[in-house]
């Protein structure tokens, strides 16, 4: 079997406005949508991170799966690799297209107006309405004590789990958890603009993904201290 390190890297030159699969009325539409997931407040938020970019890329085929190790390009996909990934992919392509339609839909029958073209606070109540959860609280980050369940999500929000695999999520968990991704992804993938969703939470991030496969760069000192147990063993043995 071949393995990922013996795989073709092929450079990947999209500019940074070019659309790969949504029209122009779906990408402003998902740009809309996924800014009021993470909004701009005192910190960038989606649209500064470029999230509709990364779930463009994403879901523009197989060529933008798996960064190579050194972030120079990605890796292509052949055989049944790329067959499993474009029966995702092609799933996640309709899950979107009927999505992106029904939530501009409901904007339409709930404020007679599309959605890109509401108040942020009417996109919320949109959103809320498509979600069928109450809008999330704003609530301190911490660490969850062991034993916790994460039944509610974080503030209410729906609960953060996933369970099964993107490609079989209804269409607004999709998206939440794509935005998410797209939010704190390296930026090889085409979200995290500038590293923004890493600085929001304090946190550097290599300069490349070159950095972590030479050594030159750890994320060890970011872990809580129960979660390093393992290396701090390895490292005290005689």
Do not use: C
Request: proline share 8%; no cysteine.
């Amino acid at each position: 079997m071949t393995s990922k390190r013996d795989w073709q890297i092929v450079s990947r030159t999209a500019d940074d406005g070019e659309r790969l699969f949504f029209d122009e009325a779906e990408w402003r539409l998902l740009d809309a949508a996924t800014a009021r997931l993470i909004p701009t407040d005192r910190d960038p938020g989606a649209r500064e991170a470029r999230v509709v970019r990364f779930i463009d890329r994403y879901l523009s085929g197989t060529g933008y799966i798996y960064a190579s190790a050194d972030g120079s390009g990605f890796l292509r996909l052949e055989g049944k690799e790329a067959q499993a990934w474009e029966t995702r992919v092609t799933a996640m392509q309709r899950r979107y297209r009927e999505g992106l339609r029904a939530l501009d839909a409901l904007s339409h029958d709930m404020f007679q107006a599309p959605f890109v073209d509401l108040e942020p606070e009417r996109q919320d109540d949109v959103l809320v309405a498509a979600s069928g959860w109450p809008k999330p609280r704003h609530v301190d980050v911490r660490p969850m004590v062991e034993g916790e369940d994460d039944v509610a999500g974080s503030g209410g929000a729906p609960p953060s789990n996933q369970p099964i695999p993107d490609d079989e999520l209804d269409f607004f968990p999709m998206l939440v958890l794509h935005t998410r991704q797209g939010f704190y992804s390296d930026p090889v993938y085409g979200g995290n603009d500038d590293h923004v969703g890493w600085r929001v939470v304090g946190f550097p991030g290599p300069a490349s993904l070159a950095l972590t496969q030479t050594g030159q760069y750890s994320t060890l000192e970011y872990m809580l201290p129960d979660a390093v147990w393992p290396y701090s063993a390895v490292d005290a043995r005689p």
